[in-house]
């Protein structure tokens, strides 16, 4: 079955240190994107990736960091400059970033706490 | 900024009854509207979508209406069941803004047995 494939489910870090989240797809989509997600808050957009090698910021990217070196790829650093990295994070892809009434492909997430 | 909310928070209802769930939407230009289920724990799952040029639109135990004159948007789902227990959002986008969504902040769907 296509997918998207997020791991680990839960990840606990220490303050201070940078993490790595991981996205993996197998849709054959061009964009991949990544979402936070707080307790009774919407989805809000971290970094986006219209094409391999490509990225752009979302409305919270600070202390973020992404790369898009391969198609099915696009891996999420939390980096210690992020202030509040505890919370739920989405991996989601398009089949390209031109379709905008398109769905959204979520992952089952990975839930980051920082102690 | 312009934002996608929901009327409610929570909403309980009783298996075999039929739920509504709103959504508010302020960005007249959007023309594309999506519902989301999320089980705890796990990804957004897509339900239906619309597209702004329909004002119904139906799937399986599930209706979507769109009120672009109010910029309403409801997900009606009939004979509610414990399954349906989950976050439901709505999303919005609009083709200046690429494939970047606005999400709502959802409503907690609780079925009683």
């Known amino acids: 079955d296509g997918g998207i494939t997020q791991s680990p489910k839960y990840l606990f870090r220490k303050e201070g240190q940078n993490v790595t989240l991981s996205c993996e797809q197998n849709?054959?989509?061009?964009?991949m994107y990544w979402y936070r997600q707080d307790p009774g808050q919407g989805l809000r957009l971290i970094y986006y990736?219209?094409?391999?090698?490509?990225?752009q910021k979302g409305d919270i990217a600070e202390g973020y960091s992404v790369s898009r070196e391969k198609k099915e790829s696009f891996p999420l650093t939390v980096t210690s400059a992020q202030k509040n990295p505890t919370a739920f994070y989405l991996c989601?892809?398009?089949?390209?970033?031109?379709?905008?009434?398109?769905?959204?492909?979520f992952g089952n997430g990975t839930r980051l706490t920082v102690t | 900024g312009e934002s996608v909310g929901l009327h409610l928070p929570t909403l309980s209802v009783q298996e075999g009854d039929n739920s509504i769930i709103n959504c508010a939407y302020s960005?007249?230009?959007?023309?594309?509207f999506i519902w989301y289920k999320q089980e705890s724990g796990k990804g957004p799952q897509f339900i239906i979508d619309?597209?702004?040029?329909?004002d119904k639109r139906q799937g399986q135990r599930v209706t979507v209406l769109l009120n672009k004159t109010v910029k309403h948007l409801s997900l009606q789902i009939a004979a509610t069941q414990p399954g349906d227990s989950a976050v439901y959002f709505c999303?919005?986008?609009?083709?200046?803004?690429?494939?970047?969504?606005?999400f709502g902040e959802g409503t907690q769907l609780t079925v009683n047995p």
């Open positions: 989601a892809s398009l089949r390209t970033a031109s379709s905008y009434n398109s769905p959204l492909h």
């Open positions: 849709l054959n989509h061009d964009a």
């Open positions: 990736s219209q094409i391999v090698n490509d990225f």
């Open positions: 960005n007249s230009a959007s023309d594309y």
């Open positions: 619309i597209r702004s040029n329909m």
């Open positions: 999303a919005e986008n609009q083709e200046t803004s690429g494939s970047r969504l606005t």
